[in-house]
């Protein structure tokens, strides 16, 4: 890919689209030149060079899991059998023992099964997986096993698979590649059973559903949910697998193709955001891409729009979301809003290929192309919802040969202005460090969190300044701030970051969230934010600016830590240790008045029905009638790195002096005797005699 269009993507150069003007006038009758299976994700040649690269690379490592995993699918002596023939499988869930065939787990764990069985037995030509396959499959259909489905979903009663679209799709997505894959090798009453399934079970559900959606009041926000993104692109994907097969209508067969592609591609765009980041965190935004890409791929294919290879729009952008929040030792990415550290990826050599960028391949390999030792093979485990190994094989070797970010000389620093989202690195190296500062940006519909003006400190493998994740959704759980004991109470669904000034060495950003308090007693909280790459860095420094009602008031700085690291409070000001990595970080804080230190520890639940989590958790507090005046320098290192003097020079300034250089970082006027600034502003003065 041309370096112009990459850049294109990334800093949108080219005018952003908007939501509804990607949308295409109605295409009918798709695969107008060929309608032969397979067709949906590949043809039968491009399943031909599939198999010419299953004897080395990563293709090899996950073949032999694939076949690996396939095997114990059908041994009945294995954990791991799907025992289609008494419908039986017991699993841990939700703190019980329930059977799959019986209950929600089975929407992606029988789907799965089959899904990874279709395509092992299409590589391989075994007939013991394809007949695996079938066996699962038809004992669905044939026995109903939907309309048994029920138990319990987080303490709620459970109404089965078509309760709702989010499941309709985790159940159904497979069979749409199960009937493609193996359409050659079913009987035509075998596939007349599963094209009549998929017509009066799937889509007799989702196509009324998705028509009713265009009344709501809350259409179209409603479909950047990842619960309607799910649904809809699994419809789609059914009803291109059975197209021109149906004896319907070619008019019903493109309705349901048109409705169901509409809500995926507004979805995305809606609950990515104009600049592509996930609005309800990585983890929930990858399962939407993964649904996504799958219908987006089949479209293409079909004739329908080109969306990865056309003009610039929101879609295409998402991976770079992904390259910017990825931790720095590639341990998957920065957990904001409700989300673990893990995400989907494997469509990310898709987009690489698709956008002709090898940062994007890059980023694939170094989040998951290491992991192929024990129980994580690129990502995939046993009891992960979807079937990633065998996408492994069909995208990864398209992909461009990977250059790292660094070599292309990407930006350090990255704004996603829907998302409320500054992601500021010093490198793409392991050992470098990652700044992210968030405010608002929360999406529509969806998870959601009280995290506006909260940040999060990566260095090396270590997680320095921590974001508790899944579940903890107050202030209190963030590295935000409290106002009289309390946090956020608003919901905030637009981007708060209030001004953004990328540097090559100082990265400045601001954000406002003095009103999401709901109290109108606190008139502003603007925190600004400085990342200081370089020399002896890099450094982040965070200055509060706070405007209560002139009476006193109590404001609690926070600043949470992972379960790793450890937070003494013996010194002058505190510092977090991670033993475990080397990596410590000082936290010179200062404020109007002398704080009152604690370490405490935090309580959340990831669910309902969790236990009790916990982390450490530092906080500062006083109490005032003043403003607070905030100003924190977090400064990450290890190996006895060197020890600045940090000196406030007035409210909103410090002094950061080093061997070779003093930096001047101020929020407002300041002068020194090395330099001034006349408002926000970073000056680095070599000192005398440096070199």
Not at 327 to 337: A, L, T, V
């Amino acid at each position: 890919m041309s370096g112009t269009r990459w850049s294109q993507l990334l800093w949108g150069i080219l005018p952003l689209v908007g939501v509804l003007s990607l949308q295409t006038a109605p295409i009918y009758g798709y695969y107008s030149d060929s309608a032969e299976h397979p067709r949906l994700l590949c043809t039968a040649a491009e399943l031909d060079a599939v198999r010419a690269r299953l004897h080395s690379g990563y293709e090899q490592i996950a073949y032999q899991r694939l076949l690996e995993k396939c095997d114990a699918y059908l041994d009945p002596e294995s954990p791991h059998y799907v025992n289609w023939p008494e419908r039986t499988n017991l699993i841990r869930h939700q703190g019980g023992e329930v059977n799959y065939w019986e209950t929600r787990p089975g929407a992606w764990m029988l789907t799965k099964r089959y899904e990874e069985l279709a395509w092992a037995g299409v590589l391989s030509g075994e007939q013991k997986y394809i007949e695996g396959a079938r066996n699962i499959v038809m004992t669905i259909v044939r026995e109903r096993v939907i309309d048994g489905i029920g138990g319990d979903n987080y303490g709620q009663p459970y109404d089965g698979w078509l309760a709702q679209p989010l499941d309709a799709g985790h159940s159904s997505r497979a069979l749409a590649v199960f009937y493609d894959l193996l359409y050659d090798h079913l009987s035509e009453q075998e596939r007349q059973e599963v094209r009549d399934y998929i017509v009066h079970t799937y889509l007799a559900y989702l196509y009324p559903y998705m028509q009713e959606t265009l009344d709501r009041a809350d259409y179209p926000a409603i479909l950047g949910h990842n619960m309607h993104l799910i649904g809809n692109a699994a419809g789609g994907l059914l009803a291109l697998a059975v197209y021109g097969e149906t004896g319907l209508p070619t008019e019903q067969e493109d309705a349901w193709v048109e409705l169901f592609f509409d809500g995926v591609h507004k979805g995305l765009q809606i609950g990515l955001g104009v600049d592509g980041a996930g609005l309800e965190g990585p983890g929930y935004a990858s399962a939407s891409l993964y649904y996504g890409s799958f219908l987006i791929e089949a479209m293409r294919r079909a004739g329908g729009p080109d969306v990865l290879s056309g003009p610039p729009n929101p879609i295409q952008r998402t991976p770079y979301y992904y390259l910017y929040e990825m931790r720095p030792n590639g341990e998957y990415f920065n957990n904001i809003n409700d989300a673990h550290f893990d995400a989907h990826t494997v469509f990310l050599p898709l987009f690489a290929s698709a956008i002709d960028d090898p940062a994007l391949t890059w980023l694939w390999d170094t989040v998951e192309g290491h992991r192929h030792d024990g129980q994580n093979v690129f990502g995939d485990t046993w009891m992960t919802w979807v079937a990633d190994l065998p996408y492994v094989l069909l995208w990864r070797g398209l992909a461009p040969s990977a250059v790292s970010p660094d070599d292309l000389q990407f930006p350090l620093s990255r704004q996603f202005t829907r998302r409320g989202l500054v992601s500021m690195r010093s490198s793409w190296q392991e050992d470098g460090v990652l700044f992210s500062f968030l405010s608002g940006g929360q999406p529509d519909r969806g998870h959601s969190q009280f995290d506006a003006n909260h940040f999060a400190l990566y260095a090396g493998e270590s997680t320095l300044a921590f974001d508790t994740g899944y579940g903890a959704g107050e202030t209190k759980d963030h590295n935000s701030l409290l106002f009289d004991g309390q946090g956020q109470t608003v919901r905030c669904t637009e981007g708060r970051i209030t001004a953004y000034e990328p540097g090559e060495i100082a990265t400045y950003a601001c954000g406002s969230a003095g009103d999401l308090y709901g109290n109108p007693t606190l008139r502003l909280f603007d925190r600004h934010v400085y990342f200081v790459r370089g020399g002896h860095g890099p450094y982040a420094v965070i200055y509060d600016e706070v405007e209560a009602d002139g009476e006193p008031h109590s404001y609690t700085w926070l600043l949470n830590m992972s379960d790793a690291a450890r937070l003494e409070l013996d010194g002058e000001y505190p510092l977090v240790v991670d033993e475990s990595t080397g990596w410590e970080m000082h936290v010179t804080l200062f404020a109007a008045a002398d704080l009152e230190y604690a370490q405490i520890v935090n309580e959340f639940r990831r669910s309902r029905i969790a236990a009790v989590s916990t982390n450490r958790q530092l906080q500062a507090e006083l109490t005032t009638a003043e403003a607070p005046a905030f100003l924190a320098l977090l400064y990450p290192r290890r190996d006895d790195g060197v020890l600045p003097r940090v000196e406030r020079i007035n409210a909103h300034a410090v002094r950061v002096q080093w061997p070779e250089y003093t930096d001047l970082v101020a929020f407002g006027p300041t002068q020194t005797a090395e330099a001034s600034t006349d408002g926000v502003g970073f000056v680095r003065t070599p000192s005398p005699g440096a070199n």
